[in-house]
């Protein structure tokens, strides 16, 4: 079935040339060649990045380790519960960043 298309050639509302759409699953090729280069880039130049890190100050690397955090742990987000008719906000749980850090983290803490 040819899909509708008015006369300057755009489709009609409701109709596409692709009615079935993306098939699901289906990524988007130019976010994964740009996801595979940034893969690429850290990969060869981790030591650097490592060094890097560890030659800020305290307090700049634990900011530094909680934004690169938002890369590696998939988001949390509130909730919220009905009980008996009362609506509790439940918050995400909290990330507490301890002693089980791998050594290349906790490194020029001294």
Do not use: C, H
Request: cysteine-free; proline content about 7%; overall charge neutral.
């Amino acid at each position: 079935m040819k899909a509708k298309r008015d006369k300057s050639g755009k489709f009609k509302p409701g109709t596409s040339g692709n009615p079935k759409g993306r098939p699901k699953g289906a990524g988007n090729k130019g976010v994964q060649i740009l996801r595979d280069k940034v893969k690429d880039l850290l990969e060869d130049n981790f030591d650097t990045i490592a060094d890097d890190l560890k030659a800020l100050e305290p307090k700049d690397r634990v900011s530094a380790y909680i934004k690169l955090m938002d890369f590696a742990l998939p988001k949390l987000k509130a909730i919220e519960a009905k009980i008996d008719g009362d609506i509790m906000a439940v918050q995400p749980p909290t990330i507490v960043i301890g002693d089980n850090l791998p050594d290349w983290m906790n490194e020029g803490d001294d």
